[in-house]
């Protein structure tokens, strides 16, 4: 069974930064397309950003310039940068594994003074 470990959110300021981690066990990346969502308060779960397994990657219209994912097969491991945090970044993030349509359960990140 796929599981899907992310980690990396917390309380930060606007402008500040932050680097989720998405740690997969029971299954490889390998040769599978990866992703982030995020879903806010009284929203709908939303796609940030995908990487392809040849690294191709594809941003929300809303993320572009600010947030950056990568992926270290080697490790099992999906990575999403995260700066000039706004407000509206505020939400819980979750990995997504296309090969098994699968979400974790995802870190909370909050931008707030």
């Known amino acids: 069974q796929v599981q899907l470990v992310e980690s990396g959110g917390g309380l930060v300021q606007p402008g500040g930064s932050l680097r989720l981690s998405c740690a997969a066990s029971?299954?490889?990346?390998?040769?599978?397309?990866m992703g982030w969502y995020r879903q806010a308060p009284g929203k709908q779960r939303e796609l940030v950003a995908l990487i392809t397994s040849g690294g191709s990657t594809r941003y929300a219209d809303s993320v572009k310039g600010r947030f950056g994912i990568s992926r270290d097969d080697s490790k099992n491991t999906v990575y999403l940068q995260m700066n000039s945090l706004k407000s509206e970044d505020t939400a819980v993030y979750s990995c997504?594994?296309?090969?098994?349509?699968?979400w974790g359960q995802g870190t909370q990140v909050t931008v707030s003074s």
């Open positions: 029971g299954s490889t990346i390998r040769l599978t397309t």
């Open positions: 997504y594994h296309s090969r098994y349509n699968y």
